[in-house]
């Protein structure tokens, strides 16, 4: 009985132990900046030949572009509607060297 009693007891004061005050402290994410983005995105239609769905990625941070360098985000968009208008994959390829050079 009394063995029994400094188990429950063990086992209750064990199952205390973790609990603790420990805050998770909250983590700041700085996202990677959209000419980072753009170019990661075109590396990736230069090596494949195609733009796929990164497209939406791109046109989405020609965008954020556009809140700090206007002129720069036009130049970007033409070479962008240039770039999703090309079938060929060489061309495809030629359009986003071409897009890279100007970042």
Do not use: H, W
């Not at 170019?39 to 990736?44: E, G, S, T």
């Amino acid at each position: 009985m009394r063995f029994g009693t400094f188990l429950a007891l063990a086992l209750l004061l064990a199952s205390l132990v973790g609990c603790g005050g420990i805050v998770d402290k909250p983590v700041k994410v700085t996202p990677p900046a959209s000419i980072d983005s753009i170019k990661a995105a075109l590396n990736d239609v230069i090596a494949s030949g195609e733009v796929g769905s990164g497209g939406a990625a791109i046109e989405m941070d020609i965008e954020k572009v556009r809140a700090t360098d206007a002129a720069k985000a036009d130049a970007l968009k033409k070479a962008y509607d240039e770039l999703s208008a090309a079938r060929d994959p060489s061309q495809v390829k030629a359009k986003a060297q071409e897009m890279m050079s100007k970042l």
